[in-house]
């Protein structure tokens, strides 16, 4: 049978590097005890014969899909605050460790995330989660342990195994600045009280106001662009107008930002964003 258009398999491989199948397998996966000289031999004839480990067996053999998801909840989802710099942190280190990753989102009207995640975790499809917090994240983390699921919650605080910004701390820190430049109209554009970032958020800026013996201003929208904008047009076609805005993600100090260039307006904005990004009007 003529074999030259089919494509390697590992015993092309283990003939042409002269060593067992087994050997292959343990040098590609990075594993066993093969020496330098052997290992070298191996991916050498690997690249020559152009083979590509297959994923089905190595999951058949492993039990394991190399492959981690991001859950992210419809509460999440609709809001577009899935923070980019945590995406992109999660994607270098997946690919340092040789793994996938992709993103499992429900649908909007599945509000059971646990019975979303019932299914992704029975098929097998991802040796572990990372889920963007949400307030069914106890239900959820609970099912991922009993199924002995690896998780981790972005947003989340114990008792989960956790990762977090000290949201509180930054916008504290943000309105102190305002207040330090001289500013005490300062309005807060906030996110919803359903979402955990935006109420910490919300803390910090109204514990920095209190201490100043200020009264905080809060108004309370979706965190996205046209939101940021709908609420500086409001505010700033009002007749008392803020001096400084500290609003709640990058999205809606985009959508401030916008509003202030169409009318040619000069006004301090921080919008926070993994940590806080400034822009001055």
């Not at 292959?24 to 052997?38: A, F, K």
């Given at each position: 049978?003529?074999?030259?258009?089919?494509?390697?398999?590992?015993?092309?491989?283990?003939?042409?590097?002269?060593?067992?199948?087994?050997?292959?397998?343990?040098?590609?996966?990075?594993?066993?005890?093969?020496?330098?000289?052997?290992?070298?031999?191996?991916?050498?004839?690997?690249?020559?014969?152009?083979?590509?480990?297959?994923?089905?067996?190595?999951?058949?053999?492993?039990?394991?899909?190399?492959?981690?998801?991001?859950?992210?909840?419809?509460?999440?989802?609709?809001?577009?605050?899935?923070?980019?710099?945590v995406m992109s942190g999660l994607i270098r280190a997946c690919q340092r460790a040789g793994y996938h990753l992709i993103v499992l989102a429900p649908e909007p009207s599945q509000h059971d995330l646990v019975s979303y995640l019932e299914g992704v975790a029975r098929s097998r499809r991802v040796d572990g989660m990372v889920l963007?917090?949400?307030?069914?994240?106890?239900?959820?983390?609970?099912?991922?342990?009993?199924?002995?699921?690896?998780?981790?919650?972005?947003?989340?605080?114990?008792?989960?195994?956790?990762?977090?910004?000290?949201?509180?701390?930054?916008?504290?820190?943000?309105?102190?600045?305002?207040?330090?430049?001289?500013?005490?109209?300062?309005?807060?554009?906030?996110?919803?009280?359903?979402?955990?970032?935006?109420?910490?958020?919300?803390?910090?800026?109204?514990?920095?106001?209190?201490?100043?013996?200020?009264?905080?201003?809060?108004?309370?929208?979706?965190?996205?662009?046209?939101?940021?904008?709908?609420?500086?047009?409001?505010?700033?076609?009002?007749?008392?107008?803020?001096?400084?805005?500290?609003?709640?993600?990058?999205?809606?100090?985009?959508?401030?930002?916008?509003?202030?260039?169409?009318?040619?307006?000069?006004?301090?904005?921080?919008?926070?964003?993994?940590?806080?990004?400034?822009?001055?009007?």
């Amino acid at each position: 049978m003529d074999h030259r258009n089919r494509p390697a398999r590992i015993s092309d491989v283990a003939k042409l590097a002269g060593v067992s199948t087994a050997t292959v397998s343990y040098v590609l996966n990075n594993r066993g005890n093969i020496s330098p000289e052997t290992a070298e031999r191996v991916r050498r004839a690997a690249e020559a014969l152009h083979y590509r480990a297959n994923a089905q067996g190595r999951f058949l053999v492993r039990g394991q899909s190399e492959t981690i998801g991001v859950v992210v909840p419809p509460s999440v989802a609709s809001t577009g605050t899935l923070p980019t710099f945590v995406m992109s942190g999660l994607i270098r280190a997946c690919q340092r460790a040789g793994y996938h990753l992709i993103v499992l989102a429900p649908e909007p009207s599945q509000h059971d995330l646990v019975s979303y995640l019932e299914g992704v975790a029975r098929s097998r499809r991802v040796d572990g989660m990372v889920l963007i917090y949400d307030a069914d994240m106890e239900a959820a983390v609970r099912f991922l342990e009993d199924e002995q699921v690896p998780c981790v919650v972005y947003g989340g605080e114990p008792p989960y195994v956790w990762y977090n910004v000290d949201n509180r701390q930054g916008a504290w820190l943000a309105t102190e600045h305002l207040l330090d430049l001289g500013h005490r109209r300062i309005v807060h554009l906030a996110g919803p009280g359903s979402c955990q970032t935006a109420q910490q958020r919300r803390q910090g800026y109204t514990e920095a106001m209190v201490a100043r013996g200020l009264a905080p201003w809060i108004t309370e929208g979706p965190m996205t662009q046209s939101s940021g904008y709908e609420r500086t047009y409001e505010l700033l076609t009002s007749p008392s107008r803020p001096s400084a805005i500290f609003a709640v993600n990058t999205a809606v100090s985009l959508g401030t930002l916008a509003f202030m260039c169409l009318v040619n307006c000069r006004l301090w904005v921080l919008g926070a964003k993994q940590g806080l990004l400034t822009r001055a009007f």
